[in-house]
């Protein structure tokens, strides 16, 4: 796990990056705790790492931890900064000042954590994104000698038929080939809420897309797929559906 934390005071940041270390001890996992002393710091240091493949998890972190009392840019508008690039990174806020809570909500925060942050409240927080991270994590089978390769269901744009294989085209730009049908491939994913059939050739991770109409469906990095007659119905009711949500 990689958690970026903007925090312009080093005792509570080294104390909190101390917590992460504990809690990761006692789970048996990894966690990386990547210091930011200004909102600018971070944007300056991430911008030229932020995909320009795909406008969906953007930056590469399972989380960020923002304080809000930050110097010049705060901690809020970090949030909206990032926000206006990654729809779907968590964000937490870790703040003295509960003037700001209306806030948190409107950058969709997971947590809004008052200090001083208890191991206890922490600890809940990282065990949902652990949990979720399980969740999200797909087995699947590679190639003729039946190697076993673990995928984030979220790094999935789309899938696509091809002759006797089926396509897994990633958000890193890869192609993932396996010797399975559509539906076989469709039926291994755990959050199949998120991926609609656009055509009988092709399943779309809502996540990554842009605009629908009735003939194509756009994705964010401008790749069209073809919707069909028979799809555009339902494709267009839970594009709107997932939005709103």
């Not at 190639?143 to 269901?153: M, Y």
């Not at 010797?179 to 779309?204: Q, T």
């Not at 996540?207 to 994705?219: G, P």
């Not at 073809?226 to 267009?236: G, Q």
Request: hydrophobic residues 45%; negative net charge.
């Amino acid at each position: 796990m990689r958690i970026a934390y903007c925090e312009d005071e080093p005792a509570q940041a080294e104390l909190v990056r101390a917590m992460v270390a504990q809690w990761a001890e006692s789970r048996k996992t990894t966690a990386e705790v990547i210091l930011y002393e200004s909102a600018e710091e971070f944007l300056f240091k991430n911008d030229t790492l932020v995909s320009k493949t795909f406008a969906n998890q953007t930056f590469p972190f399972d989380i960020v931890f923002l304080d809000i009392a930050l110097r010049q840019m705060n901690g809020v508008a970090l949030a909206r900064a990032i926000r206006e690039k990654d729809k779907r990174l968590p964000i937490a806020f870790l703040t003295a000042d509960k003037a700001f809570a209306i806030e948190g909500y409107e950058v969709h925060a997971v947590r809004y954590l008052l200090k001083p942050v208890t191991m206890e409240k922490l600890g809940s927080l990282l065990d949902e994104l652990l949990e979720a991270a399980e969740e999200d994590t797909v087995c699947i089978t590679v190639g003729e000698k039946g190697a076993v390769r673990k995928l984030a269901e979220s790094s999935i744009c789309y899938i696509e038929v091809q002759g006797h294989y089926t396509q897994l085209h990633l958000n890193d730009g890869s192609i993932i080939c396996i010797k399975e049908s559509l539906a076989v491939v469709a039926a291994m994913l755990h959050r199949r809420e998120l991926f609609v059939k656009c055509h009988r050739s092709f399943v779309v991770n809502l996540a990554y897309v842009e605009k629908i109409s009735r003939a194509e469906c756009t994705l964010c990095d401008e790749t069209v797929l073809p919707v069909s007659r028979s799809t555009y119905h339902e494709l267009n009711e839970r594009f709107i559906q997932y939005y709103r949500e």
